[in-house]
């Protein structure tokens, strides 16, 4: 393993300070337990949206936090959800009569801690409540699973309930807008290698130079089936197939397509692959009316991407296109 | 054998020195199948566990179950943390302030744990999670209450044994391995197998 680091015990913190001094106008970081809140938190007058997870999947979660977007995130270890006194931290420094919105992946320790949290919260008689996004179609959604994880779709919501905030709207509304949110919008990502994480040393799976990895998570946790390596009409139609195929999607529709690149896939691949996924999608009748391409959720330096697709209406075009200045996401200013 | 909050506290200084002794197995167990961060989680409570305790040990074995279940919770994450966090909180909630246990204690106390990993976790006997290991460990302690301490935590240690292994054939129901379906069969669980570490740690201890 070849990394800049100096201990892997110390990753995130020593990552933290460097953002601090990088992004001093926008956020500010508070240590042990670790939260990234908005420069000019508390933003008391507004609903509070706070999103959190394990570290690794950089410029998710901090990179989010500004006007516009996140007020709080809470980041974990690698790869490990943060604690709730963590998030509980978070949801003080930013949370007044308003309340808060609590966004998690759907991961078992994400759910957990934020639940312990929620209710630690509202001992403190703050309005707080949660939702669990679930757009990841490689997982079968069954009750006999922890069932769909919570990927790149992430981004979308942040930005779009943050706006919500942002404009004023009440708890209730914000809560029913990422619902709405999460009901459609859905994902899927492909891994051309491992990622290594810190603590362990080594890559968290080996493949084949010729395999993918297809429907992976965020996590390095292996997908669903491994398939052979090919062109990548090949793969990304593969892709477009399972997203579109699952909501259903369908002739018509105006979407936003959301082009991730999981840290390891240079942008030269990943427009390449933005490309094809809007020719297959204008085949298909439907009309991508808003674009996101880059690096935004990614598994540390694993190569690989992902695809999101968000139905689109007037109202999450205007949320989409509001205002917004975090240290990854700025445009409207 | 006196068992009172000096002896729990001394039973989690040997669970934790074994947590650091396997802390590279549990990584190897969770890297195929969820993001390789089991033993590094629990090593890292466990080790502020046995810090926190260095510093003062409370007057009775309740208060110290419970100064690990809020450390776990504060330092694990993960999906290990709020479980192991529970099931120490449920068994010191179940212990209430008595200053010496015995073995019917005990048994209370693992019982109790159990049903906060059930009420956190959802999970039931199957799934590939650490109720594989704890439930039937459970159910054997209970069967040896009639001959004291040591041997309740013997057996509980020798039915989690079984119980982790009986995980291997296991299609995982609940935490990240559920995402792989019939691809996570042929692993132990690594929750299954930290309870197991830590059940036959105590039982050591105490012997």
Known sequence: ???????????????????????????????????????????RDTVAVISGGGSGHEPLHGGFVG???????????????????AVQAAVSATTGPSGALLIVKN?????????????????????????????DVAVADSTFTAGRRGVGGTVLLEKITGAAAERGDSLDAVEALARKVIGQVR?????????TVPHVGEPSFELADDEVEFGIGIHGEPGRERIKTGPADELVARMIDAVVEDLPFADGDDVLLFSNSMGGTPLVELYLAHGIAERLLAERGIRVVRRLVGPYVTSLEMQGMSVTLLRMDDELTELWDAPVNTPALRWGL | MGCGAREVADLLRAGA???????????????????????????????AVVSTLDTAVPETP????????????????????PLYGTAFLRAATALGDRAEL??????????????????????????????DALSPAVDAAEAAVGDGIAAVLAAAADAADKGADSTVPLVARKGRASYLGERGVGHLDPGARSTALLLRAFAEAAR
Not at chain 1, 2 to 25: E, Q, W
Not at chain 2, 62 to 81: F, M, N, P, Y
Not at chain 2, 104 to 116: N, Q
């Open chain 1, 107 to 135: 991961y078992t320790g994400d759910v957990l801690n934020f639940e312990t949290a929620a209710e630690l919260a509202s001992a403190d008689e703050l309005d707080v409540r949660s939702v669990i996004i679930d757009d």
């Open chain 1, 67 to 85: 006007k516009g977007m996140l007020h709080a995130a809470v980041p974990g270890p690698v790869f490990t959800s943060p604690t709730p006194d």
């Open chain 2, 62 to 81: 309740g208060g110290v179950l419970k100064i690990a279940a809020t450390t776990l919770i504060s330092k694990v994450g993960g999906a290990a943390g």
């Open chain 2, 17 to 47: 020195a074994t947590i650091a002794e396997h802390r590279a197995e549990l990584i190897d167990l969770d890297r195929p199948i969820g993001d390789s961060d089991h033993g590094e989680n629990l090593n890292r409570g466990f080790t």
């Open chain 2, 102 to 131: 015995d073995a019917e204690a005990v048994f209370t106390a693992l019982r109790a744990g159990l049903r906060g990993v059930v009420a956190r976790g959802k999970a039931v006997v199957g799934d590939a999670t650490m109720v």
């Open chain 1, 1 to 43: 393993m070849k990394k800049i680091i100096n201990d892997p015990a110390t990753v995130v913190a020593d990552s933290l300070r460097g953002m601090a001094a990088a992004h001093a106008d926008l956020l500010r970081i508070e240590y042990d337990p670790d939260h990234i809140v908005r420069a000019d938190a508390p933003v």
């Open chain 1, 187 to 195: 994902s899927i990502g492909v891994a051309l290698s491992a990622p």
